[in-house]
């Protein structure tokens, strides 16, 4: 049992704005460590908005949802902006660098946040996670100055600075070629098989998730295949 | 840690708008600075417009009024204690303006503790003889060194020593403008009747000018013996003692006192003179309300600056929630901003509002009503600036205090859905 990082236990969502629509409905799976998982299913069956959930980000939901054994109902803003600061790496379809700041800088800031190692040692583990991913030569360059599929490499850096438990994707290949799309697919697979790290991507790309190790397939905000 | 890092990216936000910020920063350091200026210049002149007449007034001044006495004799009278009595007509006996025993109440006023010093005077009209015309005035009688110790009589004499008045026989010093209308020039002798129908020779060693026609124009100074020679008084005669307390608002206590223990009138500073007062609280109120007033608009330039940054800002903001950042983190950020814009502005509008000072202090201000005035006054208070710093924070504060909630409320899952 110790080894499941998620666990969703039949979690409901409704928009209501302006008419109710029922967007998932009894949502029940667990995701053990070191699986790579995909989501896919049409536009609009609700895939994003599972995945804003199960990241501790949307709260306004019924059913019970579980990261690393803890439930998450009831806690406070603080002590979730905590938790997915520890246990959860992003990497959404745009790559949301911060302007002002340097490739590297960009990198730490999940790290210096959760002030568990020094700046000087937050600064090292950011330049070995951007050499793994073949961009330590970006490091001191503006995150505004390097190109999309750097972008996006960069924002998986950052997604890995902590050593998160479990790694959300939300199409992240979505705005790249095909080219940078198998390269950012590569990085994901060789962080499960080197690293034993635990991914859940959205994607509707095919392809994508066939050489996934697990897929959940999606249709009118259920699961109807995983 | 967490501190230096909130603080990182406010800088780095605030650098990255650093025109915006710029703006918005000369609005509170222009207010500041104005606030500063003006509130020097109005408290100058409040200091120097009081200073005409508090300098010149004593903190307690005891005298005799002339006036009927108040236990009439039918009300000491046995057979009547439980009457009401009724007296018509009552009119002043023979009570003297003098005050008694006045040497033994100068030492034991000397002697407390919370007395500066004490001045004797002695006032009394006299007219002055002028061709066919004679000009009602009066004569103080003072100790020249007293009064200019205590209520700066030196700085008012224009013309002539303060000092001759005791030292040259039968001298007076006269007021500027009733020395224009005798025509008298120091050195000259003036001819002056009393009330008592005798008529003396002054000569004049000086002209005193407070800047104030009505007093210019009646009032002349010479020394006690002078003025008791002409009431063909003792040397003991004196009309009244001028206090100056250590601490100007003991004055109404200690005048209750001195009026019981030296039964005698005594009046305060704070009654003589309750007009002054209403003046300066009013011009310092202007000031006030310039300066907020100031503020309040240098407030919503930064209320605005903060909602253009938060607006552009989104994803940065939805980003930083999402990878581990409160609202509460992101609250701060933006309040710093805020903040520093208020603390860095409002610094240098304070320098800039001291070096304004400092300008309209060598700013030429001569005028022959003000003697002793230079140039423009200005109030070096510290007081002021303590106030300055805490509006400028207190209104970027409260100008940040919106836009921060705003930031910290941001749904990072309508940001990120939105791309
Ligand atoms: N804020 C919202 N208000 C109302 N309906 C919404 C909102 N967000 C998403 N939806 C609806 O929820 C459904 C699922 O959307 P989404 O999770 O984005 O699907 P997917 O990511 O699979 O394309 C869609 O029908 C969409 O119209
Ligand atoms: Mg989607």
Redesign the pocket.
């Known amino acids: 049992m110790s080894d499941i990082i998620l666990e969703a236990r039949h979690i409901n969502k409704e ?1 209501h ?1 302006p008419v109710t ?1 029922h ?1 998932l409905t009894d949502i029940t799976f667990t995701i053990q460590k070191g699986e790579f998982t995909s989501v896919i ?10 995945l804003y959930i199960l990241s501790t980000m949307d709260t306004d939901y019924t059913g019970e949802l579980l990261i690393d054994n803890v439930p998450m109902t009831g806690k406070t803003d603080a002590d979730l902006a905590r938790i997915r600061n520890e246990k959860i790496g992003f990497v959404f379809q745009f790559h949301y660098l911060l302007n002002e700041f340097t490739v590297l800088r960009n990198v730490m800031l999940p790290g210096i946040k959760l002030n568990k190692h020094s700046e000087e040692e937050v600064a090292h583990r950011a330049m070995e996670r951007l050499k793994m991913l073949d961009i330590g030569h970006l490091a001191e360059k503006s995150a505004y100055k390097i190109s999309g599929g750097e972008k996006q490499r960069v924002a998986i850096a950052r997604a890995l600075i902590n050593d998160p438990q479990i790694i959300m994707g ?1 199409e992240p290949t979505g705005n790249l070629d095909t080219k940078n799309s198998d390269l950012v697919f590569d990085i994901f697979k060789d962080l499960t098989v080197a690293h034993n790290q635990t991914l859940l991507i ?1 994607t509707h790309d095919q392809s994508f998730a066939e050489n996934t190790g697990r897929v959940i397939e ?1 249709e009118d ?1 259920k699961i109807i295949r995983q | 840690m967490n501190a230096r890092l909130i603080i990182g990216i406010a800088k780095s936000l605030l650098l990255a708008r650093w025109r915006q910020t710029l703006v918005a920063a000369v609005g509170v350091t222009f207010s500041i600075a104005m606030f500063i200026t003006l509130l020097s210049f109005m408290n100058g002149l409040n200091d120097l417009l009081d200073g005409l007449i508090l300098n010149r007034t004593p903190h307690v001044r005891l005298y005799n009024e002339i006036k009927p006495s108040e236990n009439q004799p039918v009300n000491m009278a046995p057979a009547f204690k439980n009457s009401y009595n009724f007296i018509r007509s009552v009119k002043a006996g023979t009570i003297r303006q003098e005050i008694y025993n006045s040497g033994p109440i100068m030492q034991a006023v000397e002697a407390d503790d919370r007395v500066l010093g004490v001045a004797p005077k002695l006032t009394t009209q006299v007219f002055y003889n002028e061709g066919s015309i004679d000009i009602t005035g009066v004569i103080n009688g003072i100790d020249v060194e007293a009064e200019s110790r205590l209520f700066h009589f030196q700085d008012y004499v224009t013309a002539g020593k303060a000092i001759d008045v005791k030292n040259v026989a039968n001298s007076i010093i006269l007021g500027k403008g009733l020395a224009d209308i005798l025509v008298a020039h120091v050195g000259d002798v003036v001819q002056v009747t009393t009330a008592q129908g005798e008529r003396f020779s002054l000569k004049v060693v000086g002209y005193f000018q407070l800047g104030i026609q009505e007093i210019d124009k009646v009032q002349s100074y010479a020394s006690i013996s002078t003025t008791q020679k002409l009431l063909g008084k003792p040397a003991n005669y004196l009309t009244d003692i001028q206090v100056k307390l250590k601490d100007l608002n003991q004055a109404p206590a200690v005048a209750k006192e001195y009026s019981r223990l030296f039964s005698a009138d005594a009046e305060d500073i704070q009654t003589a003179n309750s007009q002054f007062e209403t003046g300066s609280n009013i011009r310092t109120m202007i000031s006030y309300a310039v300066g907020v007033t100031l503020l309040i608009v240098a407030g919503f330039g930064i209320f605005n600056i903060l909602n253009m940054m938060i607006y552009e800002k989104m994803d940065s903001i939805a980003i930083l929630k999402a990878t581990g950042f409160a609202g509460q983190d992101v609250n701060m950020i933006f309040l710093i901003i805020a903040l520093s814009i208020g603390f860095f502005g409002g610094m240098v509008g304070l320098l800039l509002g001291f070096g304004f000072s400092v300008i309209i202090d060598h700013i030429p201000f001569i005028t022959p009503a003000l003697p002793t005035i230079k140039t423009f006054p200005v109030n070096y208070s510290p007081v002021f600036y303590m106030i300055g710093g805490s509006f400028s924070l207190i209104t970027t504060y409260l100008a940040g205090f919106f836009p921060a909630r705003k930031a910290s409320r941001v749904d990072p899952v ?1 940001i990120i ?1 939105g791309k």
Do not use: A, I
Not at chain 1, 41 to 50: A, D, Q
């Open positions: 928009f704005d629509v967007v299913g049409k536009s609009g069956s609700g895939k994003s908005t599972l939300d959205v999606m905000g | 309508e859905r």
